[in-house]
């Protein structure tokens, strides 16, 4: 029994000896390897934005009225949808019957003097060619009568053509086709230039069977709108999953001095009715940068507190170059800046790096 117990402990200790330690020096570990370096490249890069865009009625008018009265019949409501033309309301002003035909008897007046003046000019004309019969300045004042009662007639001919066109502002009609989407007043109401409704119109009239996509360009990329491609493609919360597509009508080509971007509008067919009016859409659009410009990887710009720079590698030392970002797509950025063409970048700088690092 001793001599078994002594075997064990000897394997024991045999086990023991033959376990090595793990060497955990440096020489082991994975040595720090140089971040990649990569030349800088000239080029056109070409992305696609996703911007706000809102539809909007191709066209729209607030009908408001261009003379006082009392709304005597509505022919339309919220939602009716109507022709260019059509009736839509009717105003009554009694003292406009009134001037109306208080302008009616004076032309009546005025054509009497005419007709009077003008018969004696003729006779006394017709006179005169006998010779003592009618003195001369009979024949000039008679004409001058007639000439004076001419233009009397004619002026308050267009006193009543004035009349009656006040008259015809009673009869309100749409001025195009489209739908009413907003009314404001009922029979009986009193309206007109000097009786405004809280500012607000009427009626409102917008044109839906064809929309504007309203989209706003930021300054930077108002010069790279793709010019061989001038679609835009748009989806709207109001149909998930669906993209829709347009091409671009006209641009305002002017900056808004708000948003310092430029408005343009597609024309989108609506005859179906699948959009309304004041839906928000993002709309995609592909721009290309115009000129060459420089290409990096995004990875080798780094973002400060101050500006944006990239680390270039010159004689074996680092140095900071200040850039201005464009366009970007799939991992590479165009950058503008003080370049000869010829650098070389660190591709994946870190926060430890310092301007004049030996690399």
Known sequence: MKNIVVIMVVLVLAGCGSHKPVDLSEKNSEKNVPNETVKIEKGTLGTVIKLPGELKPFQKVDIYPKVNG???EMNVDRGSIVHEGQLLMTLEAPELDQQFQAAQSKLLQAQESLNASKDRYLRLSAAGKTPGAVSDLDIINARSKFQADSAFERSEEANVSAVQTMRNYLVVKAPFEGVITERNIHPGTLTGPNFKLDNKPLLVLEENKKLRLEV?????????????????????????????TANISRSSNSLYDNFRSEAIEADVPNSDNTFKPGMYVEASLKVTSQISSYLVPASAI??????????AVINGKTQFMKVKEGVSSNG?????????GNEVLVKKPNGEMKEGDAY
């Open 332 to 340: 590479i950025t165009e950058i503008y800046g003080d370049f000869t």
């Open 70 to 72: 009392f709304v005597k």
């Open 216 to 244: 706003f360009i930021p300054e930077e990329f108002t010069e790279k709108i793709d010019k061989n491609d001038k679609q835009i493609a748009f989806t709207t919360a109001a149909w998930p999953g669906k993209t829709f």
């Open 302 to 311: 780094v973002t400060s507190t101050e500006n944006k720079y990239v680390i």
